[in-house]
C-alpha cells in the first residue's frame, strides 16, 4: 500500500493548484446547469408525486411506524423529502463522475503524465468513446444497487459503509479506466485492474467514506425545510466535483506509477 499513499501525498498537494482547479470548473458548471433545470422544473412535481403515492396507499401510517421502530419517528413529517432526496442523490453522483470523467480527467492525465512520468510511452489503449461506455455503464448499475439498499437507511451506519463500498466499486472501475486511458495498452489496463483490485478499491472506499458528506447535508436540508432542497443540492454538487477531482488525482498518480512499475517488470527480472 506505499503506492497508495505516496498517490495521495501527490494529490493532496496538486489538488489546490491553479490548474487543478480551472480543470474542476468544467464538470461544476456542467453539473450546476443540468441540476438547476431539473430542479426548477422537476422538484415540486417530484414532491407531487410521492405525495400523492403516499396518500393513495395509506403509506404515511406504515413509514411513521417504521420510523418511530427505529427511533427516528421525528422525521415522519419529512419522510417524503427524505426519500425524493434519496431517489436523487444517485443521479446527482453519477452526473458529477461522468462529467469529471468526460469534461476533465484527459486533461489531468495529460497533466500528470507530463509533469511526473514525462518518459512514460503512449500506447492509447483506451477511447473517449470507451470512457463514456464505461461512466455511463458504471453510474447506472451504481444508481440502481443504492436504490436497491435504500432500506438500510434504517441503520444509518451499516447503509454508510455499503454505500461507501458501492462508491470504492464504481470509482475503481471508472477512474481507473479513465486514468490509463491514454498510456497504457488494452492488455496493460486489464492486467493492472486485476493485480491491483485491492489498492484501487481501497482508494474508492477512502473517497467513498468521504462522499457521504453532501448525504449528510441534504438529510439536514430536508429536516429543515423543502426550501433548501435547491440550495443544499447547488453544496452538493460543488462537493461532489471536488472529491471527484481528488479521486480522480489520486487514481491518476497511482494507476500511472503503477503503470511504470508493470514495464520495468520484465527488465528487472532479465537483470
Known amino acids: 500500500m506505499k503506492g497508495v499513499a ?15 482547479l480551472l480543470l474542476s470548473g468544467a464538470p461544476l458548471v456542467l453539473s450546476l446547469l443540468l441540476w438547476g433545470v431539473v430542479l426548477w422544473f422537476g ?3 417530484l414532491l407531487d408525486w410521492l405525495h400523492g ?4 396507499y395509506d403509506a404515511f401510517e406504515t413509514s411513521s411506524n417504521v420510523l418511530a421502530t427505529v427511533g427516528l419517528g421525528v422525521l415522519k413529517v419529512v419522510v417524503v423529502p427524505l426519500l425524493a432526496i434519496a431517489l436523487l442523490l444517485p443521479l446527482m453522483i453519477g452526473s458529477s463522475l461522468l462529467f469529471m470523467g468526460v469534461a476533465a480527467m484527459p486533461a489531468i492525465e495529460r497533466h500528470v503524465g507530463r509533469q511526473q512520468f514525462p518518459k512514460l510511452e503512449k500506447k492509447e489503449g483506451g477511447s473517449f468513446l ?3 461506455a ?9 444508481a440502481l444497487l443504492w436504490l436497491l439498499t435504500l432500506p438500510l437507511y434504517a441503520i444509518p451506519p451499516l447503509a454508510w459503509l455499503v454505500q461507501a463500498c458501492l462508491w470504492a466499486w464504481v470509482t475503481s472501475r471508472v477512474m481507473s479506466y479513465d486514468a490509463l486511458a491514454a498510456h497504457a495498452s488494452r492488455a496493460e489496463r486489464e492486467a493492472l ?4 483490485r485491492m489498492p484501487l478499491l481501497a482508494i474508492g472506499l477512502a473517497t467513498g467514506l468521504a462522499g457521504a458528506l453532501p448525504g449528510i447535508a441534504w438529510m439536514g436540508g430536508a429536516v429543515l425545510s423543502v426550501v433548501l432542497f435547491p440550495v443544499l443540492a447547488m453544496l452538493s454538487l460543488w462537493l461532489y466535483v471536488m472529491l471527484f ?11 500511472l506509477q503503477a503503470l511504470e512499475e508493470l514495464r520495468t517488470e520484465p527488465v528487472t527480472t532479465m537483470a
Open 193 to 196: 485492474m486485476r493485480t491491483r
Open 245 to 255: 477531482l481528488f479521486a480522480g488525482l489520486w487514481f491518476q498518480y497511482y494507476c
Open 130 to 132: 470507451g470512457s463514456i
Open 6 to 20: 505516496t498517490a495521495y501525498r501527490r494529490a493532496l498537494r496538486a489538488q489546490f493548484t491553479g490548474r487543478m
Open 53 to 56: 403515492l403516499f396518500s393513495r
Open 43 to 45: 422538484l415540486q412535481p
Open 134 to 142: 464505461v461512466n455511463v455503464g458504471s453510474s447506472a448499475v451504481f
